[in-house]
Structure formats: structure tokens, C-alpha cells
């Protein structure tokens, strides 16, 4: 069969799943430059967003791209993981990881490590859970419910907690953005909590915090569980908001820019698996193995699939603001992404104000490097973006960010805490 003809057929088949060319794991290898290395060790958190990291290996696109000795590492936390890419592997750390967006940058803005983003892993699918004794509120998008809640509890010396997984990361901002558009100040009215993604379930079970923010397997674990119930999932905020990236130090990049490009196609082959439905249930699978996300399958299964049970007798099925691998350029690391996750970064107080954001974001995001492995992989040119900016956009509570203008964006927020 032609190879116009295969894709074709492909596309054909996987109908829905679409933007192209979506099953290159069919493809020969890609023609390129022989990578430097066929070393590299790679960290993950135990989160379905990972499963790129899973896949690229289990299913061989890492020796495919003649990355044959690569390593695939479970980290206890967030910060676990910060700590290893900043040792490097030739001190017993990692060379790259699957992280919170904004960690690249906080690392790289610390200066003790460089940094390189060189793909966005998924789009949306994390979830903000409220514990079962908050059942009767039946939270959702809007908080305000649960503000008077609280101010009862703190009004009768109660702690009230919200546990997020890293200080500026995703998790952190989604759960600070949700509070903050219903007047609740996260600084001022709730303690804000630092929980690794794998112990988020067990910590609500012994009652340390009222809500969570993390991904999947934990928010349905807990429902699961009977412990709590699903809020929203964070695409309801913002629809296909950018959540981890594949990122990895820079001298690692600098030393090594084929192995970078091949480590780089062979994730983009993984998401484009993720993204098919007929592999859904054998990525589930592999996920809740002990090595990986070790959870049950029935905890992974239905929110991979997009099917979603609230815990409240809502279920959405096939759910708008499921999490995308590949579909709606997911893999693509736009600079204006990057550039919001910056500004609200300004807007908590974890970076200063006077900071040159675009300048941070031209240094770390690698999207030329993605772009070339996109070239290498002969994707469909309507699955590469035109521009590096995804342009405006719209939050649930009607804000809008214009990368052109962040400060305006600031300027519309009233609850934040600007650092000098």
C-alpha cells in the first residue's frame, strides 16, 4: 500500500480521532540523523498524562527512532522530580521528565538549571474534587457555595485546606483560578496545601483537606472510594487548556540534538496512539501496572475513555473536555501558553512582576524542535499550527487573555498577590 494510501485508510478508519495521519506507528522509521546517544533517563509522576512516557517505551517508539537504552522512572512528587533534573543522570537524577507545565520555568528562572520544553503532553483531563461532606452543594464550575462554607468553618476556628500537587504549578493555578472567580481569595481565606498526585485519596480519607486538584486516576479513585465527588474537570474552565509538557535539560538538548529530536517523535507516535479509541482500553491497562500508575484499571478506565461520573448522579459520556493527546494540536507547545502559565505565576507571587516573560519563554520552549520531528514524522500539515500563539482566550468566568497584552489580563483580576 501506498503511503498516501495508508494514511487514507488510517484516517478513514479512526474517523473522529482525525487532524490527519494518526497512525504513524505503522510508518517505517523515520529518515534522520543518527541520534548522538541511545541514552536517556526520564522521569513521570503516577498520572494517566504520563502515558505518552508508558507507551513510547512498551510499544518500542523510543528504540524505533534509534533511542534503544531509555529509562522510564516513577517519581515520588513533584519536587522529587524538580530535584533529579536538576542532579542530571550523571549524577543519578534524569535528563528529562513528564512535568507541570510551569516547572520548566521555575527551574530555569532559579538559574540553577536550564531548561527545554520540546512538546506539550495532553490537553485538559485534570479535575478539582470536593470532599463527601460538601455533597449537598453539589459544586461544580461556580465555588460560591462553597465560599460561605468555609467562612462558617473558619468563623468557627476550623482549618479549611485545599491541596494541590507543586507551588505554581497547574494544579495549583486551576484550583486558585476556580476559588478566586467565586470571590473565595486563596491566600487570605483557605490554606493552600502541598500534596503528592498519589497520596491526594488517602490524605481526604483522614479528612487533611477539603478539595483537591490533581489528574487521573485520583479524582475517580475517590469517588470509587466514596470519599468525595468531581467538582468539574479543569477543561470546563478553560476548554482544551495546555496541562504537562515533556521537557528536558538544556545541556542534554545542546549535546545531544538528534537524540532530543528522536526522543521527541517517538513521544508524538505515543500521543497519536493515546488519541486512538480502539487503544483506549490497552493503555488503561498498562497505566495501572505497578510500575507505572499502579492503580486499579477501574479507576483509569472510563475518564481515559471520556466518560465521565461526577459522583453527584451527573455522568457526561463521551465529555466534551476530555483529555487530549493529540486531537486539537495538543501535542504542540505554544509559546502563548507558556507565556499565561508565566503571568499567573506574576499574579500568585512565585515570580516577580518586572519579569521578562517572552524572553524566559524563547528561552526554554523548544517548538522548532517539535516542528522538526512533526517534519520527520511526515505529519499531516493541518496538525502543525501556523503560529506559535493559539491567540486569545477564553476562561469559564468570561476572562480573556490576550498574549499580546498579559497585562490587561492582570489588570482584570481582582483577587492576586503581585510580588515587587
Not at 522530580?81 to 549524577?91: A, F, K, M
Not at 505554581?168 to 481565606?189: E, F, K, S, V
Request: charged residues 20%.
Amino acid at each position: 500500500m501506498s503511503r498516501r494510501r495508508f494514511l487514507g485508510a488510517m484516517a478513514a478508519g479512526v474517523g473522529a480521532v482525525g487532524m490527519g495521519g494518526l497512525a504513524p506507528w505503522g510508518f517505517a522509521r523515520a529518515a534522520g540523523a543518527k541520534p548522538e546517544t541511545t541514552r536517556a533517563t526520564l522521569g513521570f509522576i503516577a498520572l494517566t498524562d504520563a502515558a505518552p512516557l508508558f507507551i513510547a517505551l512498551e510499544k518500542g517508539f523510543f528504540a524505533k527512532h534509534g533511542m534503544s537504552d531509555v529509562r522510564v522512572e516513577k517519581q515520588s512528587s513533584w519536587g522529587t522530580t524538580r530535584d533529579n533534573l536538576e542532579l542530571g543522570s550523571r549524577r543519578n537524577g534524569i535528563d528529562g521528565a513528564h512535568i507541570l507545565t510551569p516547572m520548566p520555568y521555575l527551574i530555569h528562572h532559579r538559574g540553577n538549571t536550564r531548561m527545554a520544553i520540546l512538546a506539550r503532553l495532553n490537553l485538559a483531563g485534570q479535575c478539582i474534587s470536593v470532599a463527601r461532606e460538601y455533597a449537598e452543594l453539589a459544586v461544580g464550575t461556580d465555588a460560591s457555595g462553597l465560599g460561605e462554607v468555609f467562612a462558617g468553618k473558619r468563623k468557627r476556628g476550623a482549618d479549611v485546606r485545599a491541596a494541590m500537587t507543586f507551588p505554581g504549578g497547574t494544579h495549583d493555578l486551576w484550583i486558585r483560578y476556580w476559588m478566586a472567580a467565586a470571590g473565595i481569595d486563596p491566600n487570605r481565606d483557605i490554606a493552600t496545601i502541598t500534596v503528592p498526585p498519589a497520596q491526594m485519596v488517602a490524605n481526604m480519607r483522614v479528612g487533611s483537606m477539603d478539595a483537591f486538584c490533581v489528574c487521573e486516576p485520583w479524582n475517580m479513585q475517590l469517588i470509587n472510594q466514596g470519599i468525595g465527588y468531581t467538582a468539574n474537570t479543569t477543561g470546563e474552565l478553560w476548554h482544551n487548556h495546555p496541562e504537562k509538557a515533556f521537557a528536558m535539560r538544556a545541556d542534554y538538548v545542546e549535546a545531544h540534538p538528534n537524540a532530543a529530536r528522536a526522543l521527541t517523535m517517538a513521544i508524538m507516535e505515543a500521543q497519536m496512539y493515546c488519541e486512538d479509541p480502539a487503544h483506549k482500553e490497552e493503555v488503561a491497562q498498562i497505566c495501572s501496572r505497578r510500575r507505572y500508575i499502579h492503580a486499579p484499571y477501574a479507576d483509569i478506565i472510563d475518564r481515559m475513555q471520556g466518560n465521565f461520573d461526577y459522583g453527584t448522579g451527573r455522568v457526561v459520556e463521551n465529555h466534551p473536555a476530555q483529555m487530549r493527546y493529540w486531537n486539537d494540536h495538543a501535542s504542540y507547545p505554544y509559546k502563548s501558553h507558556d507565556l499565561w502559565f508565566l503571568t499567573e505565576n506574576i499574579r500568585w507571587g512565585y515570580l516577580p512582576a518586572g519579569l521578562d516573560t517572552r524572553a524566559l519563554v524563547d528561552e526554554v520552549n523548544r517548538e522548532d524542535i517539535w516542528r522538526e520531528a512533526a517534519q520527520a514524522l511526515g505529519v499531516d500539515g493541518q496538525a502543525i499550527p501556523a503560529s506559535t500563539s493559539r491567540g486569545t482566550e477564553t476562561f469559564f468566568d468570561g476572562k480573556t487573555f490576550d498574549p499580546d497584552n498579559p497585562q490587561a489580563y492582570l489588570d482584570s483580576l481582582a483577587i492576586k498577590r503581585i510580588a515587587s
